[in-house]
């Protein structure tokens, strides 16, 4: 199905920051946005652009990054399918203070400011939901803070593997990397060399299977046991056992993914 097809009222049903939109309410906002394809590398937009409209990455995946005088660049956020960027620029009505480009083919819905403000003027409630959204985000970014400063290399390593499972929970599971490790390493202000010699190492330990961008995890409650205790320390030797077990299996994408292929 081609983008003019695409049912945008109904994917703004399922974001978190319009899920209790009703219908009619759907549909005004509906009418305030846009679908944009951008190739891989394309800039979404740079340090100063204007910012008339916040992001939802729909397919793809898109990377936030800030440079410094002598181009050293810092990745703060890699968004992915479901997750917006933008909102607090658009808010505060002013340029953009960062980058963001598109690390793959992404498809991404614009969401336009004088809309999303009339909408937020007819139901305050609204608001309610955006400031959720917005304190979430924050709330996101201060985590990463203190991972930064205060846990060691091995442990952002392994925090970044088990994002997606909540604590406790147990068994086997295989994570696909949803970008490059280099990428990734910068995201988690790492090395991309250290970033893989923590991957070798615990997979060397036992602790992960490494098949490119797709890492199996043998024991998802081991895993977390073994980050935790890395606390601040640096990455030190870990016991090496032979490699054993199949090759990681594929699987499917995030459910927020799988939800805009289902509507395109």
């Known amino acids: 199905m081609t983008d003019r097809h695409f049912d945008l009222p ?12 009703q219908s009619a309410q759907l549909q005004r906002l509906a009418e305030g946005c846009q679908l944009r394809r951008v190739a891989r590398g394309q800039m979404v937009f ?9 992001h939802v990455t729909v397919t793809g995946q898109v990377k936030l990054f800030a440079l410094s005088a002598a181009g ?52 305050p409630c609204f608001a309610l939901h955006m400031l959720d959204g917005l304190s979430r985000h924050l709330h996101g970014l201060m985590d990463d803070v203190q991972a930064y400063t205060l846990h060691s290399g091995l442990r952002r390593v392994v925090d970044y593997l088990l994002r997606e499972f909540a604590v406790g929970c147990a068994g086997a599971a295989t994570v696909a990397l949803p970008v490059s490790k280099a990428t990734i390493a910068l995201r988690l202000s790492l090395t991309p060399e250290y970033f893989s010699r923590v991957l070798h190492q ?3 330990a036992g602790m992960i299977q490494v098949d490119k961008r797709m890492i199996r995890i043998p024991d998802l409650a081991r ?42």
């Open 223 to 264: 895993l977390r046991r073994h980050g935790e205790s890395a606390g601040d320390a640096s990455v030190t030797s870990l016991p090496v056992r032979s490699k054993a077990g199949t090759r990681a299996q594929r699987h499917m994408p995030p459910h927020m993914s799988a939800a805009a292929h289902a509507i395109l």
């Open 202 to 204: 615990l997979e060397g």
């Open 46 to 54: 740079r340090v100063g652009d204007p910012c008339p409209e916040f």
């Open 72 to 123: 050293q660049e810092k990745v703060i956020e890699l968004a992915g399918p479901g997750m917006s960027f933008a909102e607090a620029t658009l808010f505060l009505g002013g340029p953009h203070r960062v980058n963001a480009q598109a690390l793959m083919e992404t498809l991404l819905l614009a969401v336009n400011r004088q809309v999303l403000l009339d909408e937020i003027a007819r139901n």
């Open 10 to 21: 109904r994917y703004l049903a399922i974001l978190p920051q319009f899920k209790t939109l």
